[in-house]
């Protein structure tokens, strides 16, 4: 989140901290967080809601080495762990109704097969207890040239908030909750990207002109399409059905 810009403290800590919110956490619960990346925003929760475990679930092996190291050197080796695994194999190997809540941040438009994804949480999460996530997504059918854009800059052309609201629901969940962060994130971070375009510096002048000349083109698309109210930034929380209904 960069509520204030590049005055903005810890933007990528507050984001995940935002997107845990809704979970509604409690002290020795546990966690699961898809896409955990390098593993600080797993640390940082299991301190922040003092929970009894926080897995984080990661395919890439080299991120998952450092974040098992980081969490070691953090005292948190106990609490938090990490598995080299598919989230959507490993969440289907869980007892049904076992988890206390499922996190993704920035990590859901990359998956393969996100109906996989949300049929597995589903199943994994207790009744009453939420799925929450976050991305960029379209406000309005991208033209062919936001597809080339979109993907190049995010690596997934962007959904539409009511694509993954369908998603959600024909996996099963209930009370699903979408909460516009557009002008927190994408809509703030393009214009700091945009003030460190303009002021240059020892950053770029290490680019080469052809990466420079991109850089630049995919600022200036972005950042146009935010304004046109054609791209946005979402967070998504549902939650998961009383299966004794």
């Known amino acids: 989140l960069w509520p204030n810009g590049e005055l903005s403290p810890e933007p990528g800590r507050a984001l995940t901290m935002a997107v845990a919110a809704p979970l509604q956490l409690q002290a020795g619960e546990t966690l699961i967080d898809a896409g955990s990346g390098l593993g600080q925003g797993a640390v940082d929760l299991a301190s922040a809601f003092a929970l009894g475990r926080v897995i984080g679930v990661n395919p ?8 098992t190291e980081l969490a070691n050197s ?15 194999t490993w969440l289907n190997s869980l007892s ?4 206390h809540g499922v996190m993704a941040v920035e990590c859901i438009g990359h998956f ?3 109906e996989s994804f949300f049929a597995a949480t589903v199943r994994a999460l207790m ?5 929450a996530f976050c991305l960029n997504v379209s406000l ?20 539409s908030p009511a694509k993954w609201q369908e998603r959600l629901r024909e996996a099963g969940f209930v009370d699903t909750v979408t909460v516009d962060l557009t002008p927190q994130v994408t809509g703030a971070l393009c214009e700091v990207v945009q003030s460190r375009l303009a002021d240059g510096g ?23 399409a935010v304004r046109d109210g054609r791209l946005g930034y979402v967070l998504i929380h549902a939650a998961a059905p009383d299966r004794s209904a």
Not at 60 to 67: H, S, Y
Request: hydrophobic letters at 40%; charged letters at 20%; a positive charge.
């Open 140 to 159: 309005k059918q991208p033209t062919w040239l936001e597809r080339i854009v979109f993907a190049t800059s995010f690596g997934f052309v962007p959904s």
């Open 74 to 88: 953090m005292g948190e080796s106990v609490r938090v762990r990490f598995e080299i695994a598919d989230a959507c």
């Open 127 to 131: 009744p009453g207890r939420r799925l």
């Open 202 to 224: 020892s950053s770029l002048d290490s680019l080469s002109r052809t990466t420079r000349l991109v850089a630049v083109s995919l600022q200036w698309f972005t950042r146009r």
């Open 60 to 67: 890439n092996q080299r991120q998952v080495a450092f974040a």
């Open 96 to 99: 049904p109704g076992s988890i």
């Open 112 to 114: 393969p097969r996100p």
